[in-house]
């Protein structure tokens, strides 16, 4: 029987049971495409009349027969999604979001409906994400830690199709990203650090070290820190985003989250000798008065053909430039040697010494689960502490040796 909509039916055959029938349509089958019918009996016409009211009431129209919901084309979806998250990301993560969307319409195709990426085939497409995109890049193998994030990528943008309703299950829930192997850094001991200091070429660079070694901010972090976002009264520096102004571009924090840094008084004290010897025209820190010249004259070209500004436009050949410092300090590298090295280094002293959830809070991390992957990383004085454990243990000492 064909039933066009939420109906009281007589059923001669069972009238000395229940011969009045409700029947109702409901939510649409995912895998089939069709429309979930319902029916329920009873032996009274007016328990019956009683329930087809309450479910009228209830549903409305949509207990009634309708045409499919539309599943948009993976191009389309795509687009729409994007547009609905610009708002919270920074210009970085959406161009990396447009490379994944590449990446599927390359393998999927741009018209393919979204219900047509299935489990099977979301495998499928993980496995073949081996290879670079950009051009001249073709022969570049993608490291592990890439395609975990192309993955992840994706099971966000599918996670959206889930949350609108479109896709009743994510396709990619069960596609497990390639496991990244944590790479070895360079643990930046206080001696060291203390030896960049003396090596450090001018008052920014010195005042550099200390908010990255000391302050554990990130790269774009500190030199995108601006004069009021320190009290020296407090002895602390306040990370977070900014709008941007005539003057000064934007700036966007990792996740969007304001936090709020201790300083030692050895580093404001390098600070507040850096602020009385640098420009008062000068919002930014660690920017030089031509410095900032440049990167104003660039923001306000950008902003008036409407580019996107990165906070990378902001930064100087720093990597360079602190290689030739460590060289100078007599800094022997055991692992990677860059700015993050610093950051790390400043995230491990803490780890030492704080609660893991605390550092977690400094670190601006979005879970512990990173603070506690990144900062339990054995350097050789651990090893050779390990060592002495047991040889004291091995010669009948009782007590676990103290480092010198």
Known sequence: MSIEKVGLIYDERRAETKPWKVRWFGEFDPTTGKQRRYCRSFARKRDAESFQA????????????????????????????????????????????????????????????????????????????????????????LSPWTRARIIRSCHAIFEGAKQWEILKNNPFSGVKPPKAAVTRWHYIKPREYRRLLDVAPSLYWKA????????????????SLQWDDIDFDTGQVVVQDRPGNDSAPP?????????????????????????????????????????????????????????PWYNRFVINNVLRDMRVHARKAGITAN????????????????ANHLPINVVKELMGHSSISTTQRFYNQVDEDHLRKAARVIDEMVRGGSTVPQEQ
């Open 54 to 141: 309450e479910l009228t009431a209830k549903f409305g129209d949509g207990a009634t027969r309708r045409d499919p919901p539309r599943v948009p084309p993976l191009g389309e979806f795509c687009k729409q999604w994007l547009q609905t998250k610009q708002p919270e990301l920074r210009p970085g993560t959406i161009d990396r979001y447009r490379e994944v969307f590449e990446r599927l319409y390359g393998y999927f195709g741009k018209g393919c409906r979204l219900d047509q990426v299935t489990a099977r085939r979301a495998n499928l497409f993980a496995a073949r994400q081996t290879t670079d995109l950009r051009r001249g890049h073709e022969d570049r193998v």
């Open 208 to 223: 550099f070290y200390a908010l990255t070694y000391t302050g554990g901010l990130r790269l774009g972090e500190a030199f």
């Open 251 to 307: 700036f966007y924090v990792k996740d969007h989250e304001t936090r709020r840094i201790p300083l030692p008084t050895h580093s404001l004290d390098i600070i507040r000798t850096l602020k009385a010897n640098s420009s008062p025209n000068v919002p930014y820190v660690l920017l030089t008065r031509e410095r900032y010249r440049r990167v104003v004259e660039k923001w306000r070209t950008f902003r008036a053909i409407k580019k």
């Open 335 to 350: 692992g990677s040697l860059n700015v993050h090295a610093l950051r790390k280094s400043c995230g491990q002293n803490w």
